[in-house]
């Protein structure tokens, strides 16, 4: 069974632009969550969808956002970037919400 | 607030010795814990899990140990081996099914 994809793997944006990274869970998983990991900060923790609802959301600006598609594939968007935005986006799916998550590689994203 | 923390920055092995790798957490009402390994320019690949209702939990060379008495948890990484060079991130599950994770460890395996 195939893992979690995500794309793109790598991202440079400057400042002001906005960003849609994409999330492709395992086959049959229909929660999605997002992470934000800086070295600064960790893993921090976005938001979770499951079954095209947000479920869980953590604490970030609404610049931050996400959506999930019928076929449980989930999208990020990050509005007006600025440079503390630059990091390691994760995306982890799971069966269900709670359930085991597993991670996809992750996007790097860099704001100049 | 709540929050899951390491106890070690930094942990260097000998190849072929045993590892113990430390977790404090402190929301009691928290029953999921997941043990992450992170390898350099890749995403957290699981390692192990247990319940709130289990005390020991046993995979393949590794065992995780949950002590709710005094809240901590605890990976055992027998025979490390340089594959297991890694930062390592222990995760507890709120009732919300929400992640929080800890700021991990730096596993080094020296020869």
């Known amino acids: 069974k195939a893992g979690v994809t995500q794309t793109p793997r790598y991202l440079i944006k400057t400042r002001g632009q906005q960003v849609t990274l994409s999330c492709s869970p395992i086959s049959g998983h229909r929660s999605v969550s997002w992470y934000q990991q800086t070295p600064g900060q960790g893993l921090q923790f976005l938001f979770e969808y499951f079954s095209e609802t947000q479920r869980n959301k953590g604490n970030f600006p609404g610049r931050f956002s996400g959506r999930q598609f019928s076929n449980s594939r989930s999208e990020m968007n990050v509005s007006t970037l600025e440079l503390g935005d630059s990091a390691l986006y994760l995306c982890?799916?799971?069966?269900?919400?709670?359930?085991?998550?597993?991670f996809g590689p992750g996007t790097r994203l860099l704001v100049l | 607030g709540e929050s899951v923390g390491l106890h070690l920055p930094t942990l260097s092995v000998q190849e072929g010795d045993n590892s113990i790798i430390n977790c404090a957490y402190s929301?009691?009402?928290?029953?999921?814990f997941i043990w992450y390994k992170q390898e350099s320019g890749k995403g957290p690949q699981f390692i192990i899990d247990?319940?709130?209702?289990?005390d020991k939990r046993q995979g393949q060379r590794v065992t995780v140990l949950l002590n709710k008495t005094v809240k901590h948890l605890s990976l055992q990484i027998a025979a490390t081996q340089p594959g297991d060079s890694a930062v390592y991130f222990c995760?507890?599950?709120?009732?919300?099914?929400?992640?929080?994770f800890g700021a991990g460890t730096q596993v080094v395996v020296t020869p």
């Open positions: 929301n009691s009402a928290s029953d999921y």
């Open positions: 995760a507890e599950t709120d009732s919300w099914g929400k992640l929080q």
């Open positions: 982890a799916s799971s069966l269900w919400t709670g359930g085991t998550q597993y």
């Open positions: 247990i319940r709130s209702n289990m």
